[in-house]
């Protein structure tokens, strides 16, 4: 029962660098989400999806893409990585509906130096 | 704006000693209202959903419930497994999840 699936669980960037973190999920959700945590901070949302092909904004979503080409398959693109990226970075899916509890992957944590 | 905010910031208790967490939110037309546990390396787990003002959830030595203003966590009797961050989350009509700082809960034996 895999659930929500993250890769990788830790990457070093260095500045100017870009990277793809992964996140799929077997429960044929339609609504996947991305959010960043931070230190003493809540979950703020990066980017999210309402199924394959429609994505939107979040509060957070400067340096960042994603694409939705699939039901499973929500990737998370970092451009041109910056110190202020670093963070976890957490993959979420919730149901047919916005208020419905979403579940989280375990999270990638992601250093820029 | 919408908003979410969790009291107190880090919690202390024996085992055995009861306690509640506290979640204010400000969110133009709430959908729903969300708990969730989140233990060192690893995501959120969800916990209870509560949507109308008056309602309660229970499992184990958790119990949920909701104002129009506030939502509670009552710990029962803790023991050091319940030890862990505490998240709630306000869901509105405009498909977004507005998450609180969190509690850190500390249950020492």
């Known amino acids: ?113 | 704006e919408d908003q979410v905010t969790q009291s107190p910031e880090a919690l202390r208790l024996q085992e055995g000693e009861s306690s509640s967490l506290n979640c204010s939110y400000t969110v133009s037309g709430l959908r729903g209202l969300f708990w969730y546990r989140q233990d060192p390396g690893k995501g959120p787990e969800f916990l209870f959903t509560l949507y109308s003002a008056g309602e309660e959830k229970e499992k184990e030595r958790l119990k949920a419930t909701l104002t129009k203003k506030e939502s509670f966590l009552h710990i029962t009797a803790p023991k050091p497994e319940d030890s862990a961050t505490y998240l709630c989350a306000a869901s509105n009509y405009g498909q977004n999840f507005v998450f609180g700082p969190g509690t850190r809960l500390s249950v020492l034996p």
């Not at chain 1, 999920?25 to 959010?35: E, F, K, T």
Request: overall charge neutral; hydrophobic content about 30%; aromatic content about 10%.
């Open chain 1, 1 to 113: 029962n895999a659930g929500v699936t993250q890769t990788p669980k830790f990457r070093i960037l260095k500045i100017g660098q870009s990277m793809t973190l992964q996140c799929a999920q077997d429960m044929n959700h339609n609504y996947m989400y991305w959010y960043r945590q931070d230190p003493g901070m809540g979950l703020k949302l990066i980017y999210y999806s309402v199924g394959a092909g429609i994505t939107d904004k979040g509060e957070v979503p400067n340096g960042y893409n994603v694409s939705r080409s699939t039901t499973e398959d929500f990737p998370l693109r970092l451009e041109l990585a910056a110190p202020s990226q670093t963070s976890v970075y957490f993959c979420a899916s919730g149901g047919q509906n916005s208020n419905q509890p979403q579940h989280f992957g375990d999270g990638t944590r992601l250093s820029i130096l």
